[in-house]
């Protein structure tokens, strides 16, 4: 399987925690080794601000991101990801 994360680099969702949350997924990655099957795109701003730092991990969307969303999201691609291996 692959995991698609699209973060939102507009800047009100970038000054908002997109920044921070960019540099988690990045440590996250590396240290659950999901090099290869987890890619990182930027995405435009989608004039959704007011719900920022807005995320999008294989379409789905996620709002008022924290570093706890993202963990959570990641662990349970982890799991999917391990038991397919
Ligand atoms: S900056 Fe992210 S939706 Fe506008």
Sequence with gaps: MTVEIKIC???ACFAKGNMENLEYIKEYIAE???????????ALCENKCEAGPRILINEKEYTN????????ALDSYKKIINFNQ
């Excluded at 659950?32 to 930027?42: D, F, H, L, Y």
């Excluded at 991101?65 to 959570?72: G, L, M, N, P, S």
Aim: charged share 25%.
């Design 32 to 42: 659950n080794n999901m090099e290869a099957e987890v890619s990182i795109v930027g």
């Design 65 to 72: 991101v924290t570093k706890e969303t993202i963990k959570d």
């Design 9 to 11: 680099m507009g800047s």
